[in-house]
Each structure stands twice: as structure tokens, then as C-alpha cells.
């Protein structure tokens, strides 16, 4: 019955509207994927993660955009997933506070030896408090008319839905944001520009370098909303071992690039270097503007932390193959239960 609602509201969302996030949380996809795409809420079935953010930019620069973003993903059932975050937001006199519950439902199309295809749907909802300090904006009182001089807070919500076909390492997937209109009370003046929706496509896939334990988890991402702005990324992420199998090394090279000029326009690139320890994740991010504008105020940089808890008594420094991972799931629910399911191959 719960699966049967939520498939239809899924395909019901994904019909009558093309949900309320933030470029400052979707922007993180390559760390946490259902932060853009719902469906890709607990896509690791057999593990359990927890992923902090930490976001500063413009050093030097008081109330400088600051976010902080913790995001949880787990298994809910068989083919069921959950995915919840929250984050706090601040950029000048803006507040922002927010959770997001994300589920998605997966469905089995094949599976046997030669590995798995499923296609995956996801639903999410969104609460946010946002707040807004204008008891220092003296001088433009009476000359911008949505600033009144006082403090103001409001209440919105949203939804956002997704779906995603897995083929063993490799997916491809779409999410819909912005389903629902502006319902903040706070945004509801004329003067406040209208909430753009937004459409986001990715594919990716992982595999490993022959002979070597090494690997590489290529990630292309396009992103179109109703106010004409597109963007194309190109990731690609990469996890070395190290000479003790519990620490390995992983690194992150992104390129964001506009895609709404004749030619295009390059937005930015980051690198990210970090380390694994027995699934303990730490990592630091360097985001270069790559436009004029954003040369004026530096760079910013980000803070990731994380932790997964996988079935057995251990857990790799190194990511699993499909094939592992269905060995550990049988394993762990057979009668006959082993310790020690992730072994390095």
C-alpha cells in the first residue's frame, strides 16, 4: 500500500509540475546524490551515512554566505530508501533553517549473475524558516519598497521528486525541483521575483582501473530552470589505497560551465583532497570562481566529514563492487551469517 502511494505521487508530481531548493545544498550532489535527485536516497543499500558540510566564502567579509548541512542516508526497508537533511544558512542579514525527508522505492527489472538493472522513484518534502534582519538597512528605507526597516520571518514548504535507472555501476537519472509555487509569506510581495523550477539530469558510473585497486567514479550533471539559466559540471572522483588497507586517499576535480551564451561561459572549478579511514571521510574542498565577479571577493572553501556503517564487522577504505555488495547483503541475511564481509579484492 505505502509503495503503490508512493509511486503515484511521484509520477503525479513528475506530471503537473517541473520543489524549493538551494543551489547552496544541490551544489553538493557530488557528495551526497539525493541532495539533488530524491530517488538517489539510501543508494548504497547496504550502508548507513552520515555527511557533514561546512561552507565558507568571501574570507574577510562579514555575515560572508555560510552554511552549515548535515545529511543522513539509510536503508528503509528492502527496496526502500532514506535520505534527510538539514542545513543552516546564512548570507548577510538572510536566515535560513531547513529539513528535507526524502524516500525513494526501487524496482527490480533484472537481476542474476551477470549483476542488477532497477529503476528507483523518489519523493521528498521540504520545510524551511526563513528570517531576514533589516533593522540595519537605515539608508535604503523609502527608496527600495520591499525594505521596511524590520525584521521579518516566514514559514514555507515544497516537494521535489526524481527518478533514476541503475544498470549495475552505472546510472542516469532526472529530478524536478520547484514543484510547488511560492508559499513563504515572506516572498509574497510584488516586488520579489518569482520562484524559478528547476530540471536536473546526470549519469555516472564507477569502475576500477585494471590490475589496481584504484578508483574512479566519472559524475556529468546539466541543470535547466524556467529563467533560461543552464550549467553543465563534469566530476570525476578518484580513491587510491595506501599501504595499509584501513586508510586510503580520494580526490574530487569539478568543472562548472554556463551554458547560456552563444559560446558558453566557464563558472568555476574545485578540487577537493580528503581521506578515508575505515569509512571515516575528511575532506577539504577549494572552489575557484572562474568570472570576474566572483575573482573580486577569492575563493571559498568547504569542509566534509562523514561516516558510513556497513553490514559485517568492517568496512572498506575503498569502494565495493555491485557484485560485493550483493554478496554481503545475501550473506548478512542468510541463517548462516559470516563476519568480516568486506574483504578487499
Known sequence: ????????????????????????VTNQYVYDLFLMNPSAA?????????????????????????????????????N??????????????????????????EIKLRENRRGNTSLVFGLAALLEQATIDQSEFIGAIGIDPAINGASESGFGYNANTGL????????????????????????????????????HLHAGTVFKYPGRDVWFEPLVYYRQNSMEDSRLDVNMKMDVPTFNEDFSLWGIIAYRRALDHEFGMSLGAATTIGINYRGLNVGLEHQLGLTSAQGQFGSAFMLVAG?????????????????????????????RKKRGLFRRR
Request: with cysteine; net charge positive.
Open 164 to 199: 533514476m535507472l541503475r544498470i549495475n555501476q552505472h546510472h542516469i537519472g532526472g529530478a524536478v525541483t520547484n514543484i510547488l509555487p511560492q508559499n513563504n509569506p515572506m516572498y509574497d510581495s510584488e516586488w520579489e521575483p518569482d520562484l524559478s523550477r528547476d530540471i
Open 80 to 105: 526502500v530508501g532514506s535520505g534527510t537533511y538539514l542545513y543552516n544558512d546564512l548570507n548577510g542579514y538572510n536566515k535560513k533553517f531547513s529539513v528535507m525527508q526524502a524516500f525513494s522505492v
Open 42 to 78: 539510501g543508494f548504497n543499500r547496504s550502508c548507513v551515512s552520515i555527511n557533514g558540510f561546512y561552507q565558507r566564502q568571501w574570507f574577510g567579509f562579514d555575515s560572508a554566505p555560510t552554511t552549515q548541512l548535515l545529511a543522513v542516508q539509510m536503508p528503509a526497508g528492502k
Open 1 to 24: 500500500m505505502i509503495r503503490k502511494l508512493i509511486l503515484s505521487l511521484t509520477f503525479l508530481l513528475l506530471f503537473t509540475g517541473l520543489f524549493g531548493q538551494k543551489y547552496f
Open 307 to 335: 561516516y558510513n556503517f556497513c553490514y559485517g564487522n568492517r568496512t572498506r577504505s575503498l569502494p565495493c563492487s555491485e557484485r560485493d555488495q550483493m554478496l554481503n547483503l545475501e550473506l548478512d541475511q542468510s541463517p
